[in-house]
């Protein structure tokens, strides 16, 4: 049987991210081969779990006693996962820099010391596919989802290709609140992506009181908008026109089901204002607008206006 070599996490540092906090590791370990994601006490915030595995590298592939040969070691990549428990449903993420076109890309049971289980989670990219790359299956059995949801430690991703078909690059799995330096990156896109307006879709506008969910994964006209599955936060810019009286917009993420006391768009009638806000998403991209009703704020007296929200980027 194949046994992992243990490596040593050292704490580097403890960060504040959105919504959760992020602890940075660095790993003492031989030619600095892998970066551990280790499994902290953990109490899903919702049914959609964040995961993560990375960097994949090719000397992970090698990490085993006695040896196997190593990986492609010109390769680096980034899973990011989630797993819906009320669903079963299991989404995967890849980005990689100097992969060759992959046929696999999978979760496979075996902790740090033990990388001999089966295929459990197979997003099954064609051959030749290239990152980025994203899907979501089906885990075969509620009781797979929940146990990759709760001790992720316990499994690992890797990608093969036609040169490496033992394994090209690799990494263990973890909960996304324990977080290798490489996964803590704000990417902005080359160009905002409408995804919602109200004056062109069937929805009309807010109303006092009103609360929409709003998918970020793709535009209004229904191309992908570039947001990768498992983003934990989304880069927006919402922008209020045509209100028949004064108003605000609270924005936040689709997992919470009461919406905060807060407010991120104050406007007045007629007025045409726009807000950054950076805002946590649930898992699958999506976050939720809720219009302020007469009474909860002062100067609020209820409105009803259209609401334009453009993508400008996430976080990972």
Not at 102 to 129: M, Q
Not at 194 to 210: E, H, I, L, Q, S
Request: hydrophobic letters at 40%; one cysteine or more; charged letters at 15%.
């Amino acid at each position: 049987m194949p046994i992992r070599i243990k490596h040593l996490a050292i704490p580097v540092s403890i960060v504040a991210g959105v919504g959760a906090a992020l602890v940075t590791s660095a790993v003492a370990q031989s030619g600095g081969a892998r970066t551990t994601l280790a499994a902290p006490p953990f109490t899903p915030p919702s049914v959609v779990v964040p995961l993560a595995a990375g960097p994949l590298t090719g000397n992970d592939e090698a990490g085993t006693t006695p040896p196997t040969p190593p990986g492609d070691l010109t390769a680096t990549g980034q899973a990011l996962v989630t797993v819906n428990t009320a669903t079963n449903e299991v989404c995967g993420n890849l980005s990689a820099t100097n992969l060759a076109p992959f046929n696999g890309f999978h979760i496979h049971k075996g902790d740090e010391e033990t990388r001999n289980g089966p295929i459990v989670v197979d997003w099954a990219p064609p051959t030749g596919s290239t990152a980025p790359f994203s899907k979501c299956v089906i885990a075969s059995s509620a009781a797979l989802a929940q146990d990759i949801a709760t001790h992720p430690e316990n499994y690992y991703v890797n990608v093969h290709t036609t040169a490496f078909p033992a394994g090209a690059i690799s990494a263990q799995l973890g909960f996304r609140t324990t977080f290798s330096q490489e996964t803590q990156e704000t990417q902005l896109l080359g160009a905002p992506v409408r995804v919602y307006d109200t004056r062109f879709n069937n929805a009309g506008k807010f109303t006092p009181g009103t609360t929409r969910t709003i998918d970020l994964s793709k535009s209004e006209t229904g191309v992908p908008s570039g947001i990768p599955v498992a983003s934990r936060a989304a880069i927006v810019t919402v922008t209020v026109t045509r209100a028949d009286a004064a108003g605000f917009l609270t924005v936040y993420s689709n997992a919470l089901t009461v919406a905060p006391d807060t407010s991120n768009v104050n406007f007045t009638a007629d007025e045409d204002i726009a807000n950054n806000i950076t805002v946590a998403t649930d898992g699958n991209n999506k976050i939720k607008i809720t219009s302020g009703a007469a009474g909860t704020t002062p100067g609020a007296i209820g409105s009803n206006e259209d609401v334009v929200v453009d993508l400008v980027g996430y976080l990972i």
